[in-house]
Structure formats: C-alpha cells, structure tokens
C-alpha cells in the first residue's frame, strides 16, 4: 500500500498568514492527490483534486501543487473559517491511502 | 442534486456482523465512471478507506481489511452495502459513503456518516 505522510500534524497561524501543509508519497504518485477539509464535528470536503485543480465553490485562497512523491496544500490569506483539519489522499490506485491529518488553528 | 445517505445499526456487540447501506440519489451507479467508496474515522483519529464498487461491478478492498469487508449494489434502489463481519471494539467509527465522479478520481460527494459502536 501507499504510505501518505502529512507535515506538520498540527499548525497554528494568524489570520492573514499564508500556511502550506505538505504530503509526501511512498512512491511516485504522478499527480494523483486529492485534499480534504474536515471542520470540528463535520463530514470531510473536497477542496482540490489531482493535485491542484479547485473542486467547485472552494474559496481561491486555497491552492494545490506538486507531483512525484511529494505535495504541497497552501492557503495564501488564512481566515478564521478554515480552522479545520486537512487530510491528503492518494487515489493513483487502490488500495486508497490517506494522510494522518493536519490539524489547523488560529494564533 | 447528489446526496448519500449512510444507515445501519448504532451499537453492534463483539464479532457480530455490521451490515451499513448507503442510499443516494441524484446520480446512477448504472453511469460509466461512477464509483462510490465506504471510508470510516474513529472517534479522533484519521480517514480510512475500506471499499469501492465501480459502475461495472468491479470492487476493491483494504488490504488489512478485505477477509471482513464485502460490498455489493441494488442499482434499481440505488444504494450500496458495505458488511463488515466479526466486528471489534476497534472498529468503531464513523462511517461514510462517497462518491467518486467519472472525470477525476477524488471523493467529491460525502454521505453525513453513521457512528457505529462495537461494544458488549
């Protein structure tokens, strides 16, 4: 199986600030990575697809980048709305892998 | 509009089976390319993904998990139902079903999840 290790596990920022979460793939992955957001106490969302194309109705701020083994989620202006954990996920074949988490908060 | 829902039991005893369905509507599992996954999270802990079933019929499992795990379609009642046999306190969690679109290979519709307790 695929192994997706997320960095940092947890994360605290100010609003304003620009926050980059990074995952790294067991092996090449192509682009095939997927990010979620899950709010406290909500069902997971999709915020970005095939490692950096903006799912529907997802605020611009957030962006995806990267390819091979190693991806990077960014938030160029944090808002106190994306307190949130952040989960990236392979989906270049299954079985399909996620990361541990990383758990955002505001400073 | 696509919705899933998730429904089964909310308690289940140690090494019973759990049988969860998922109904939805706004899409057809009979469409090329569609997919509909089961994933869980236990109270706190990360995303796991268990089982697909393709619009083909074809199904993938989780590796640790595939000896438990078996997933089947009602295409006419447009659902899709995940049994899990010989649970364990381990197991519980919240379950989620999603679905997988044809044009990219990410969970873009979620079920709201069932909290499921494995507990004598």
């Known amino acids: 199986d695929i192994q997706m290790t997320q960095s940092p596990s947890s994360l605290s920022a100010s609003i304003g600030d620009r926050v980059t979460i990074t995952c790294r793939a067991s092996?090449?992955?192509?682009?095939?990575v997927n990010w979620y957001q899950q709010k406290p106490g909500q069902v997971p969302s999709l915020l970005i697809y095939?490692?950096?194309f903006l799912h529907s109705g997802v605020p611009s701020r957030f962006s995806g980048s990267g390819s091979g083994t190693d991806f990077t989620l960014t938030i160029s202006s944090l808002q106190p709305e994306d307190v949130a954990t952040y989960y990236c996920?392979?989906?270049?074949?299954?079985?399909?892998?996620f990361g541990q988490g990383t758990t955002l908060e505001i400073k | 509009q696509v919705t899933l829902k998730e429904s089964g039991p909310a308690l289940v005893k140690p090494t019973q089976t759990l049988t969860l369905t998922c109904t939805f509507s706004g899409f057809s599992l009979s469409t090329n390319g569609i997919r509909v996954s089961w994933i869980r999270q236990p109270p706190g802990k990360a995303l796991e993904w268990l089982a697909r079933?393709?619009?083909?019929?074809?199904?993938f499992y989780n590796t640790s998990l595939k000896t438990r795990l078996t997933i089947s379609k009602d295409t006419s009642k447009n659902q899709v139902v995940l049994t899990m046999t010989n649970m364990d306190p381990v197991d519980t969690a919240t379950y989620y079903c999603?679905?997988?679109?044809?044009?990219?290979?990410?969970?873009?519709?979620w079920g709201q999840g069932t909290m499921v307790t494995v507990s004598s």
């Open positions: 095939s490692a950096s």
């Open positions: 996920q392979q989906s270049y074949s299954v079985p399909y892998t």
């Open positions: 999603a679905r997988m679109p044809p044009w990219h290979d990410a969970f873009d519709i």
């Open positions: 079933i393709d619009w083909d019929d074809d199904k």
């Open positions: 092996q090449t992955i192509s682009g095939y």
